[in-house]
């Protein structure tokens, strides 16, 4: 990774946004980080959801879920000065990571990568780059003013 930009840590339902040049990283299991890039105005950002869907009315954290996550990262990345029409993905997580029979059954990461998948389709954004499903967490980085992404596999042991 080149360069000695600010930092942002995402954890599970936070949602950023950087015009300046940031390094924004996140790790995930199940979930599912989708993150965004205009390249003509060199703003990048990313989400961390845990689940498919839309909350119900009594979630604490909306940013939890796959719609809320992805509409608020579109329209900050908006704000910020992004047009939506030059909006590029790139997909990650969506692992299987229990193999116990009792939460393997639930298929968490497949329903979030399917949530993520169809919300990209439907707002007409194209998937530049992705790595998804396994069985390993993946440590995810962005660097948000060139869209670049680093990603390493996270083995137990």
């Known amino acids: 990774m080149a360069g000695d930009f600010p930092r942002k840590f995402l954890l599970p339902g936070d949602v950023y946004v950087a015009k300046e040049p940031t390094h924004i990283s996140t790790v ?4 599912v980080g989708i993150l965004l890039y205009d390249a003509a105005a060199g ?9 498919d869907g839309a909350p119900g009315s009594s979630d604490v954290n ?8 992805f509409e608020t990262l579109v329209a900050r990345m908006i ?5 939506e029409r030059n909006l590029v993905a790139k997909v990650f997580g969506g692992a299987q990571l ?9 298929r968490i990461g497949e329903r979030n990568i399917a949530a993520a998948r169809e919300l990209l389709r439907e707002q007409g954004i194209t ?8 069985t390993v967490g993946r440590k995810v980085i962005m660097e948000s003013h060139t869209g670049n992404v680093w990603v390493k596999e996270l083995r137990s042991g």
Do not use: D, Q
């Open 79 to 83: 704000i910020a000065g992004a047009r």
């Open 28 to 31: 995930l299991g199940s979930c």
């Open 98 to 106: 229990s193999p116990r029979p009792t939460l393997a059954h639930l």
């Open 62 to 69: 909306p940013l939890r879920y796959a719609e809320p996550a």
């Open 43 to 51: 703003i990048g950002g990313m989400n961390h959801f845990l689940m």
């Open 127 to 134: 998937v530049k780059a992705s790595a998804l499903g396994g």
